[in-house]
């Protein structure tokens, strides 16, 4: 079997309070058991709390297990950190990294040297991902005049500039604008998908974006991990019927559609003012959809729109957790 | 990342040092804070040894005290407790988390600070000399260079080490700094030759290396005052060069069981804890 990039096997970190009377101690991961697969994009979709920054701060050597065991690249984080760290960078959402008084050039620079990256070959990456980033024009720019946007790209850019094998993201489109978000995820996706085995581990509390990113994606609540699989395979845990919505010409005779064989809480309503017909049914089965096309179409009505509604990650982890996201 | 661990430590001592040389250049404010104001408190020690028709060298022994200062406040504020700054601006996480040793870091610093400082110094020195008309007869030259080396290098070991205590003693460090300042400038002996505490009070002193350091290069500006001097300069060059190992492995261990109490205890690296 080949080496897993990330692998924990009975994963648990306790916290406990400096004094007694400061409260009392907080699991925040309990027999955590993960396999991440190289070349993954795998996502730990949780609230806040939930235990993914200290799973990620376990893997990256900064905290230890209080029990469990956590390998990464197949080194022991605990054991064998140097060569872990070797292999692995982090960037987290938020994060104020770096000397203000230094330029956004000088200060990757910088970090790349605590890699050992040559000189000239880190400037050349960090031209070349200033451009992919929309940052060229800020290079020279103090890093205290930027803005949360723009540093927080920087700060993406500091963990892909030393080329690890394994790059921990966590939360790092946290607070930014549409534009900023959509610039670091294409870049991520980009990353793993360029086929060198290059994992990203994501923690996220954004269903919609490890929806759109992930391989695969682990909820995690309370420091367990409640479910792991692939967006799709998670959303059919919620046994949710499919909702359609459907706008046809007006329809006068709709008395059989309600009648069709697997078509449930059949409703209907003339919109006068665009003289139209909306239909709303769920289905049990995506086959009943050709009767229903049949149906309006014998009538004589034309179809001008069809929705449907299916599960989302939110509806996995409403189901998984017994709530939403605050 | 195909290099030698040696080689990836000197990048890292490098990039460190790089921000506080670089900081020099961007940030000309020091020149009036690091450089003038040191001068006032020279200025009133020279007068009072002036007035009391000391020797002369006794006005130079201030300047050079005066120029050593620099050193010593580099080291409580820019060493000792340099690492809970970067852990208060996150940076250390980021350090910690490197394929470095810890004291790549720590030497980075220390070499941009001594940069930075040594300018600085040598500026107190040089405006010294000019206001003060001061002369100093250097002898051994190479002597000076040996004995400033290892002044310098037990100097930043013990600031290594102070760095590790004080991130344990998070913001009472501040209060440390500032208990170290002034008491430090009377047992090291900055204004005055440090024979004068007595020998019990200076053999004390003499576990801060700018002690036995600023006793030393007076003495190898002013060899005829040899009534001034602690111990010959052979003898505190040695106990210097002892400190430099004592200090640096100190260090070093400080450093390693910092890093586990952090990983152990998750309070050391986060930034609210």
Redesign the interface.
């Known amino acids: 079997m080949q080496t897993a990039a990330v692998e924990t096997k009975a994963l648990s970190r306790v ?2 309070p ?1 004094k007694k009377k400061e409260g009392k101690s907080v699991t925040a991961l309990d027999s955590v058991n993960l396999r991440i697969e190289k070349g993954e994009l795998f996502g730990l979709l949780g609230p806040n709390g939930a235990g993914k920054t ?1 799973l990620l ?1 376990i893997l ?5 297990p209080t029990s469990g065991h956590a390998y990464v690249a197949g080194h022991d984080v605990a054991k064998d950190f ?1 060569d872990v ?2 292999k ?3 960037v987290s959402g938020g ?5 203000g ?2 330029t956004v050039k ?1 200060n990757l ?11 000239k070959v880190a400037k050349d990456r960090i031209d070349q991902m200033l451009e992919t980033f929309g940052m060229s024009d800020k290079k020279d720019e103090k890093v205290r005049t930027l803005s949360t946007g723009q540093r927080q790209k920087m700060n993406v850019i500091r963990g892909f500039v ?2 690890p094998e394994i790059l921990f993201l966590d939360e790092p489109t946290l607070g930014l604008d549409v534009n900023a978000s959509r610039v670091i995820r294409e870049y991520i996706v980009n990353w793993v998908g360029n086929g060198t085995d290059k994992t990203v581990l994501l923690t996220t509390h954004y269903m919609a974006e490890a929806d759109q990113l992930c391989n695969r994606i682990a909820i995690i609540n309370g420091g367990k991990i409640l479910a792991c699989d692939t967006p799709e395979n998670l959303k059919k845990l919620v046994k949710m019927n499919k909702t359609f919505s459907l706008d046809v010409t007006l329809m006068n005779d709709k008395g059989a559609l309600g009648s069709i064989k697997g078509v449930s809480n059949f409703t209907f309503s003339d919109l006068a003012e665009t003289n139209l017909t909306r239909l709303k049914f769920v289905l049990e089965d995506d086959s009943a959809v050709s009767d229903i096309v049949s149906e309006v179409l014998r009538s004589g009505s034309k179809i001008v729109s069809l929705q449907k509604t299916e599960p989302t990650l939110e509806d996995v982890f409403i189901k998984m957790v017994g709530k939403g996201f605050e | 990342m195909t290099d030698s661990w040696l080689v990836r430590n000197l990048r890292a001592i490098r990039g460190r040092a790089y921000p506080r040389i670089i900081g020099s250049k961007r940030e000309p404010s020091w020149l009036f804070f690091d450089i003038v104001l040191p001068l006032l408190t020279v200025s009133a020690y020279a007068y009072v040894y002036k007035f009391m028709t000391a020797r002369p060298e006794f006005v130079g022994y201030v300047v050079l005290g005066g120029a050593m200062t620099a050193f010593w406040l580099n080291i409580l504020w820019a060493m000792a407790s340099q690492l809970y700054w970067e852990k208060e601006i996150g940076n250390l996480q980021l350090y910690l988390m490197a394929p470095i040793s810890r004291m790549s870091i720590l030497a980075g610093m220390a070499v941009g600070g001594l940069f930075f400082t040594t300018i600085r110094a040598g500026s107190t020195l040089a405006i010294g000399v000019l206001v003060f008309g001061i002369t100093l007869n250097l002898a051994d030259p190479l002597m000076l260079v040996v004995v400033f080396i290892a002044t310098m290098i037990s100097l930043y070991g013990m600031g290594m080490m102070f760095a590790s205590l004080y991130l344990l003693f998070g913001r009472e460090a501040y209060h440390m700094s500032n208990l170290m300042t002034e008491p430090v400038y009377l047992a090291s002996g900055f204004y005055f030759p440090v024979k004068y505490l007595g020998p019990w009070a200076a053999a004390g002193a003499s576990f801060i290396p700018i002690t036995l350091g600023l006793d030393a290069i007076r003495q190898l500006f002013y060899p005829a005052a040899t009534q001034d001097a602690f111990l010959p300069v052979t003898t505190e060059l040695a106990i210097l060069s002892v400190l430099c190992v004592v200090f640096m492995i100190l260090a070093k261990y400080s450093l390693a069981f910092m890093e586990n109490l952090g990983k152990s205890t998750g309070r050391l690296t986060l930034r609210w804890q």
């Open positions: 916290f406990n400096k200290t701060k990256s050597t900064l905290l230890l140097q760290r070797r692995i960078n982090m994060e104020i990294s770096g000397y008084l230094l000088e620079w910088m970090f790349s040297q605590f890699y050992g990256i040559k000189s030393t080329d």
